[in-house]
C-alpha cells in the first residue's frame, strides 16, 4: 500500500492506494480454465441425471418383462377355469342356476379385464426413443464453429430438455404399469373366487 500527501486549498489529505498486482498469463490462462472447467462440471452433472434417467427407464422395462411372465401364467390359470363350464351339469334348482349366472358373469369380467392388460402392457413394451447427440446432429447444429465452452454449453441445455421430457413420459408409464400391476392383482383374487365358486357349484349340481 502506497501513502501520498496531497494539499488542497491549504489543507493536507492523506490518500493510500492499494498496488494492484499484475496477473501474467498463466494467472489469465487459470482463470479461464476455471471458467471452462465449470461448464464442464455443468456438462457431466447433466450427463449423469441423464445415466439416472436411462437406468429408471431399463428398470421400468424390466418390471413390464416380469409383469408380462406372470400373466403368462396367469393365462395357463384363467383357461382351465374357463374349461370348468363344459363340466357343469344342468343345474336343478334356482340356487344352482344363479351361482352358475354368477360364475359366467365373474368369468367374462376377468378374462377382459386380462386381455386389457396385456394391450396396456403391450404398449408399455413399445420402444421409446431418447436424444442422442450423434455427429449428424452435432455438425447440423453447426457445433464445430463454436468455442469449446458454449458447445458444452449447447449439449447440456439439450440433455436438460431430454431430461425433462423423459421424465414427464416415465412418470406417465410407471402410473400405467402400477395400474396393470392393481388390474393384475385383481384378476388373481377373482381367479381364486371362481375356484371355490366351481367347487360348489360342483358339489350343489352332482
Known sequence: MNEYTVNIHDKEYIIKVNKRKHMN???VNQQVSAEEDASEACLNA???????????SEKLDNKVYILST?????FAF?????????DFQ???????????IVYIIIVILMSLLYLYTIFRLGILLTAREM?????????????????????????ASQ???????????LEKRFKEFNWCVYRT??????????????????????
Open 185 to 206: 392383482a385383481f384378476i388373481l383374487f377373482l381367479a381364486f373366487i371362481l375356484h371355490f365358486l366351481n367347487l360348489f357349484i360342483i358339489h350343489k349340481v352332482v
Open 78 to 86: 384363467i383357461t382351465g377355469i374357463i374349461s370348468n363350464l363344459s
Open 159 to 169: 440433455y436438460v430438455k431430454a431430461i425433462n421430457d423423459t421424465n414427464k413420459l
Open 90 to 100: 344342468m343345474p336343478k334348482n334356482g340356487i344352482q342356476t344363479c351361482l352358475v
Open 25 to 27: 498469463n498463466t494467472e
Open 46 to 56: 447433466t450427463m449423469e441425471e441423464y445415466q439416472h434417467v436411462v437406468r429408471r
Open 131 to 155: 436424444l442422442r447427440l450423434t455427429p449428424d446432429y452435432l455438425l447440423l447444429h453447426k457445433i464445430y464453429n463454436i468455442k469449446e465452452k458454449y458447445a458444452r454449453i449447447f449439449i
Open 70 to 74: 406372470i400373466c403368462g401364467f396367469i
